[in-house]
């Protein structure tokens, strides 16, 4: 059994062609950026864009292949989530996955491109001039705030908040892509999955930003401008979070 769903804003033109079915999906070529051992990654140009298309051939690791949801699923409805709780993130333009048998057997996912935007772990690498402007910096983090506070807000804790997995374009303007190991939780497991999101935030964090930037991050994340002992137990349990890992 094969299910696809094409976004309809894309189902004409050159796009509704290229991307008309999952078999259509997996003949297109591309520019190769990159794999994993479930997926592979490229690049199209389709009319007068380009598209990342992701194809997978697997749907985990381990017991995954057989049971839960497939990571490809994972993938699309959490960018969709991200879509309808107001976060900035890529455009699904198409899913979808066949089954044989109740198997998994193959599925893809395609993505509008964002042009003009770099990740911000590759301008930290090239330690790009952007983080010497307060005002880029006080933008860029107090977006990147608002996206965690409207995922934890949800019950839902991206699992790899990476800064591989932000963009920002020319305008300072932050995209979120890349969450397929996003999930919901409660209880405890809940509260110790946000500490360790936002102390993956700040494993570059802490060597790019000053203290008070960081902080105002915080500020910005909880909603509060003065914070109290339960805030600043919280900070300290997100510093410490990798201690000794590293």
């Not at 009319?47 to 993938?75: S, T």
């Not at 395609?110 to 301008?123: P, V």
């Not at 002992?229 to 201690?243: H, S």
């Amino acid at each position: 059994m094969i299910k696809w769903t094409l976004n309809p804003e894309y189902a004409t033109g050159h796009s509704g062609q290229a991307f008309a079915d999952l078999d259509s999906v997996f003949a297109l070529e591309g520019e190769f950026i990159t794999r994993d051992p479930l997926s592979t990654v490229h690049r199209v140009w389709v009319g007068d864009r380009h598209y990342y298309l992701k194809r997978y051939h697997a749907a985990g690791k381990h017991l995954r292949r057989y049971l839960g949801r497939p990571r490809v699923v994972a993938e699309w409805e959490n960018l969709l989530s991200f879509k309808a709780w107001g976060i900035p993130a890529a455009t699904v333009v198409g899913f979808g996955m066949e089954r044989r048998a109740g198997l998994f057997v193959r599925g893809a996912m395609i993505t509008e491109a964002l042009d003009n935007t770099t990740d911000l772990a590759r301008l930290a690498e090239q330690q790009a001039d952007c983080f010497k402007d307060p005002v880029w910096v006080r933008s860029v983090c107090h977006q990147v705030a608002h996206a965690a506070r409207m995922m934890h807000d949800q019950r839902f804790v991206h699992n790899d908040f990476k800064w591989r997995n932000i963009l920002v374009d020319p305008k300072a303007r932050v995209y979120l892509i890349d969450c397929p190991a996003g999930a919901f939780w409660w209880g405890p497991m809940l509260r110790y999955r946000i500490i360790k999101d936002l102390a993956c935030l700040d494993k570059l964090g802490k060597l790019h930003f000053t203290r008070s930037q960081r902080l105002r991050f915080y500020r910005d994340y909880s909603g509060k401008q003065r914070l109290d002992a339960a805030d600043k137990r919280f900070i300290r349990r997100v510093l410490k979070f990798f201690e000794g890992r590293e």
